[in-house]
């Protein structure tokens, strides 16, 4: 534990270090990344360098040299990078709402409901009620798990129908609480209130922590690049507000286990499904690298027949641990190190660090202030999930840059008169 510690000091002070001399403001995309790591890989990193925590039957010991070595080498190319992270120019987004803006706010929101309306609608005929509306949560944990694994099994473009119950909802959610910041009025607080809600109910729809947190995640983001709201009580009122809904969430999982120890054993699965999995998935894929040796690309995607003899990693893993068909990406470190051993965290870094350079001058030029921020909420929280996932799972997926610009066209798209 000695190596947990001594890693999960020197993180915290650099992300001291990162906040006092405000290099998320310098630099929003990185130092989102930078805290996606530290939070969803280091912190939970315990499950791993004590394996005694994991909720699960294994008998598996996770912890590795190569394990603790991946994070170390991570947060030292971290650290390298701080003196790239002052020379670059900070995004500018102040919005100052007029007349005209709210008009063109108010359509522009008028469109996001109506494309995601028609998104669900569609999945509903082709595919039924979304699994949270119908399932039984006195299954348990594990058997709800393995049900969601299988209806998502059976449903293609799946992609498509997460930006309509997902993505535009949040839109939705955050247009109306700018608004609300801005023209303070019942009518407006009202329409950011239900939409909130009605938001919050579709991102439990398949049943994933992810949309939920995300939405938490991208309105405390507006609160400080719109609003400059970084202050302690801020961040301890979101703070609150997050573990209030994770226990909720929650507590749906575990309706169905033993109720003697349910709250110690709810409190356990929180912390694990948060933090421990992650760094889970990347001690597993060293695992494989150890049995299998590295894959030299052929954990990427094969689009085009670079990589015939490709290996879902993904799915190894999840059979691994649970011993039945799913999905459990290892991070985007986990990736680069299955593919190319300690070489592929300097390459993943540097993909990183041009992608987001790339993504923020563009952001930068566009003139709209709204699209600015939905932009900027959708690649930050793409930057926060390489900590859960691939490149080519968030900044490299090509689907986050169609569904950009859809979005950008929508707001271009003229009312039919």
């Given at each position: ?17 990162l ?19 530290i ?51 900070s ?23 109506f ?10 005929i ?8 119908v ?95 970084f202050k ?9 507000i ?7 969430l ?38 494989y ?45 986990g ?27 563009l ?55």
């Amino acid at each position: 534990m000695i190596e947990y510690l001594l890693l999960l000091s020197l993180n915290l002070i650099l992300l001291w270090y990162l906040y006092i001399k405000k290099i998320y403001i310098r630099n929003p995309f990185i130092s989102i990344y930078y805290f996606g790591f530290i939070t969803l890989n280091v912190v939970g990193s315990v499950f791993v360098y004590n394996s005694t925590l994991i909720p699960y039957n294994l008998n598996t010991d996770f912890y590795t040299s190569e394990f603790n070595n991946i994070l170390l080498i991570q947060t030292v190319i971290f650290i390298i990078s701080i003196p790239f992270l002052f020379k670059i120019k900070s995004i500018k987004l102040n919005i100052k709402i007029n007349a005209k803006d709210i008009q063109l706010i108010s359509s522009f929101n008028l469109k996001i409901i109506f494309v995601s309306l028609l998104i669900i609608t569609t999945f509903i005929i082709n595919n039924g009620i979304p699994v949270f509306y119908v399932i039984d949560f006195n299954i348990g944990s594990t058997n709800l798990i393995e049900n969601r694994s299988g209806f998502f099994s059976s449903i293609e473009n799946f992609w498509i129908y997460k930006f309509g119950f997902y993505t535009l909802p949040l839109y939705s959610t955050i247009i109306f609480y700018i608004k609300y910041k801005y023209i303070k009025s019942r009518l407006n607080l009202s329409l950011f209130i239900i939409t909130f809600l009605i938001t919050i109910l579709l991102s439990l729809s398949f049943l994933h922590k992810t949309p939920l947190i995300f939405l938490l995640i991208s309105l405390f983001i507006v609160k400080v690049y719109v609003f400059g709201d970084f202050k302690f009580n801020s961040i301890l009122s979101f703070i609150i507000i997050f573990i209030f809904f994770i226990y909720f969430l929650y507590s749906i999982y575990y309706m169905g286990n033993e109720k003697d120890g349910y709250f110690n054993e709810l409190t356990i699965g929180i912390l694990n499904r948060i933090f421990g999995v992650y760094p889970i998935g990347l001690s597993s894929a060293v695992l494989y690298t150890k049995a299998n040796g590295f894959l030299y690309g052929n954990a990427m995607p094969n689009i085009i027949g670079l990589f015939p003899d490709s290996v879902n990693i993904s799915k190894w893993i999840h059979y691994y641990i649970f011993s039945f068909d799913g999905d459990a990406p290892p991070p985007a470190i986990g990736y680069s190190y299955v593919n190319f051993g300690y070489i592929g965290l300097f390459i993943n870094s540097l993909v990183i660090a041009l992608t987001s350079y790339i993504l923020l001058s563009l952001i930068n030029i566009l003139s709209n202030k709204i699209l600015k921020v939905l932009l900027l909420i959708t690649f930050m929280t793409a930057l926060i999930n390489l900590s859960m996932s691939s490149l080519f799972d968030t900044i490299l997926d090509p689907r986050q840059y169609v569904l950009s610009i859809f979005l950008i066209f929508l707001y271009n798209l003229k009312s039919v008169r």
